[in-house]
């Protein structure tokens, strides 16, 4: 894909009231796109251009989320498009620096800035505490399977009446995108409630028995 061209217009302080940048400044902001383009694409499932199926890709960045469309043909590199988030303040340089914060993580290379030891907790009344602990644990063998029951009981899925896109996602495994998708083209017999779409739970159990089908 070919990339337009930015031509600036010559204009003078005095016409604007602005100083315009110059040709290098937006050389320069075009140039970190791209590479920004190009670095999170590479390390995000992608889809060619031309292929009809295209599976979004859902990126968690702290507790804010992103509903990315990652592209690549070998001709001119990637393009990361953003479908949805879960708030305006959220893009993509946002997942560019997470998504680098990662790797340099996993590289096992430190963040820049002075050691912080005062803030690592002393461990030894820690350790003290949990042995005393397993001297009793026959005793505790009761409680604990009662306490697993009551963590399954709580966790289990809430059956509804309907659910949104974003709760029908998370039963189904399927993107939020592939599930919008599938209520705007009647895939899904959902219903529109003030603007969102409500997808009722018999619906939801038969995708979960049968699938979607192709959106």
Known sequence: MDHPQVWLTETTEHNTGLPMPGRTDVDRLLLDNRRMHEFVGSWLPSS??????????????????????????????????????????????????????????EAGVQPAGPAR???IPNLV???????????HLPDLRP???RLDKLTAYVLQPTVKE?????EAADRTRLARWTIRQACNKGIIAAEKVNEQW?????????????????V
């Open 198 to 214: 409500r997808i009722p739970h018999a619906e939801l159990v038969r995708i979960q028995n049968h699938g979607i089908g192709r």
């Open 162 to 166: 309907s659910y949104t896109v974003e």
């Open 117 to 119: 030891p005062d803030h």
């Open 143 to 145: 409680v604990i399977d």
């Open 125 to 135: 009344p820690l350790l003290s505490r949990l042995d005393r602990l397993e001297q």
């Open 48 to 105: 060619h251009p031309d292929d009809s199926v295209a599976e979004p890709v859902d990126y968690e960045v702290g507790d804010e989320w992103l509903e990315l469309l990652v592209l690549h043909d070998p001709a001119w590199g990637y393009e990361v498009h953003v479908l949805d988030r879960s708030a305006d303040e959220v893009g993509l340089p946002d997942v560019y620096h997470d998504l680098r914060d990662r790797l340099l993580a």
